[in-house]
């Protein structure tokens, strides 16, 4: 049994809508995950993964790949905080991405104050 999303009365996780008060249900069986666009976490995924990759090089970074890795680290920590607050799919991968992008933003500015 779930509960209806509108008035909060219990109904069969199967029905469509709730015969209490008529109200539309997104059943548990087929969850609508296909308007929350996994691109966001995976991007993100992807552009941390980068980014740590790159951390892991030891040669030295010239002022291009700086550059490089703040727009990337930058764009992979909004992209999953993004995702955090507004999707409920891909959250594993949103939450490594801003992992690994914090770590390289916090690694560019320690380099950048050396
Ligand atoms: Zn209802």
Do not use: Y
């Not at 059943?27 to 308007?35: F, V």
């Not at 930058?74 to 999707?87: D, E, H, M, R, T």
């Amino acid at each position: 049994m779930i509960f209806c999303r509108c008035c909060g009365k219990e109904i069969h996780e199967t029905a469509p809508t709730c015969p209490q008060c008529g109200g539309p249900q997104q059943t548990s069986t087929a969850p609508q995950t296909n308007d929350e666009p996994l691109w966001i976490p995976i991007t993100s995924l992807v552009l941390g993964i980068i980014c740590a990759l790159t951390l892991l090089d030891d040669s030295p970074w010239d002022k291009d790949t700086k550059i490089g890795i703040g727009l990337l680290s930058g764009a992979s920590f909004v992209l999953g905080a993004i995702c955090l607050n507004k999707q409920k799919t891909g959250k594993g991968m949103a939450i490594t991405g801003v992992v690994l992008s914090s770590i390289a933003l916090f690694a560019l500015i320690g380099l950048s104050f050396k």
